[in-house]
């Protein structure tokens, strides 16, 4: 597993596999990659985390994701099934190079859900 610190090592202009999985992102969501790469905060994923839930979302969402109260269910609100939860947990996996497990993933139901767990996830140390 990487920690914050470990991903802001690469040189920022060499290109990596994380820019090429980044590269159809927004541009709000590829700076705000590029933010947490620098700083190593947690907080500035929101952007990144609704891009990739916009790129597996199985029903497009009439509002912008990063409208949508916290409590929107990822499930029973957004549509999300097994398979686009999967895409979800692979990309972001890769993306911050952090492992989530089957049992972790199926407790998070909410937007807010998914984001605390997230943060936690890429703050914690690579030994956890």
């Known amino acids: 597993m990487k920690t914050a610190t470990a991903l802001s090592a690469a040189p920022a202009s060499a290109p990596t596999s ?5 590269r159809h992102l927004p541009a709000a969501a590829r700076a705000a990659f590029h933010q947490f790469q620098a ?7 929101d952007p990144v985390i609704f891009a990739i839930l916009a790129d597996f979302i199985p029903r497009a969402s009439a509002v ?13 609100d957004l ?4 398979l686009a939860i999967t895409e ?8 911050f190079g952090i492992s989530i497990s089957n049992e ?9 859900d998914l984001r605390g767990f997230i943060r936690r996830k890429v703050a914690a140390p690579a030994n956890s």
Do not use: K, N, Y
């Open 18 to 22: 994380r820019e090429e999985s980044i």
């Open 39 to 45: 700083a190593g905060d947690p907080a500035t994923l």
């Open 64 to 76: 912008p994701l990063a409208e949508l109260p916290g409590s929107t269910r990822l499930i029973d």
């Open 79 to 82: 549509g999300f099934d097994s």
């Open 88 to 95: 979800v947990v692979f990309f972001t996996e890769d993306l």
């Open 104 to 112: 972790e993933i199926i407790q998070v139901r909410s937007l807010d």
